[in-house]
């Protein structure tokens, strides 16, 4: 038992002496983080303005808390953007046909101690015009009254968000008038200019880096235009009767003599808008036209 008490308070002893005794030496500096960029597949998509890259840091003598991450090429403190994912999708202006942009990224380890030197990726983005078509089925007709719809599909192959707005011309192409870029549709009224007479409409798409569309123009044959005629009277008759016969009836005949001998007498007159050939380019032009009528 005695030599079992003098060897435990032996060791309490010493324990003491260590902890008094002084620590010498120059203590370790904390060394920085290094940071890797790179991104999923074998290269980047030049062609699209949306990318994403994945980012990753190891640090020799802590562990990492997270980035900082800008896209600007000399970056002032304010510029950087902390996060703590290992990767980010950046939707990127194009600012010009060709547009090139660097991504910056730097660890920062458990003692704020940030990479000096930023990991950096250039890529560049080709930009590529975008693309309208009208919608099928929404010919005009030959002859509307002051209301003519039009529907159309855009694209852009750097994504359908960079289309910016988008262009009509209603017969003078220096007059250009702006939609929002996800506009797919407008009718046109007497206000936007439908005078009485022969019209041709215009459209492109311009997306964000200032490239145009090939314009496309409606009605779609470069010979052709078609007619507006401003309306008659506060009554419209609708013909949508193809069959004109003594069998049945005349219709067309028996409903426009029968307007013609009874509005004059209150001093009204009427509109004949024959819509067998083509029906209006869409719903709305059907209706809308009809507002135009008590």
């Not at 510029?79 to 090139?100: H, K, N, P, Y």
């Not at 910016?164 to 407008?186: C, K, M």
């Not at 426009?256 to 029906?279: H, K, M, S, V």
């Amino acid at each position: 038992m005695k030599l079992k008490s003098v060897i435990v308070l032996t060791v309490i002893a010493l324990a003491f002496w260590r902890c008094d005794s002084e620590i010498t030496g120059d203590l370790n500096a904390n060394l920085p983080p290094e940071t890797t960029i790179f991104v999923k597949g074998d290269s980047l998509n030049t062609t699209q303005s949306v990318q994403t890259f994945y980012w990753d840091g190891r640090d020799p003598d802590g562990f990492i808390t997270g980035f900082y991450y800008t896209l600007e090429l000399n970056p002032t403190a304010d510029d950087w953007t902390f996060t703590s994912e290992r990767s980010g999708t950046f939707a990127l202006r194009i600012t010009g046909a060709d547009t090139s942009y660097v991504l910056q990224v730097k660890a920062v380890d458990n003692l704020n101690l940030e990479d000096p030197t930023p990991a950096s990726q250039e890529f560049p983005i080709a930009n590529t015009r975008p693309q309208v078509a009208w919608s099928p089925n929404s010919r005009i007709p030959d002859t509307t009254l002051t209301v003519a719809s039009f529907a159309w599909s855009a694209a852009d192959p750097d994504g359908d968000e960079t289309i910016e707005f988008i262009e009509y011309a209603l017969d003078d192409t220096s007059n250009w008038i702006q939609l929002p870029g996800d506009a797919r549709s407008v009718d046109l009224k007497a206000a936007d200019g439908l005078t009485e007479g022969e019209h041709v409409l215009w459209l492109r798409a311009v997306d964000i880096a200032g490239a145009r569309s090939q314009e496309i123009r409606m009605p779609e044959e470069v010979v052709n235009t078609w007619y507006v005629k401003l309306p008659r009277g506060s009554y419209l008759l609708i013909d949508d009767y193809a069959v004109e016969s003594a069998a049945s009836g005349r219709p067309d005949a028996y409903y426009r003599g029968l307007l013609n001998n009874l509005l004059p007498t209150i001093g009204e007159d009427y509109t004949y808008w024959n819509i067998e050939a083509q029906f209006p380019a869409s719903p709305r032009q059907f209706t809308e036209t009809l507002k135009l009528f008590d």
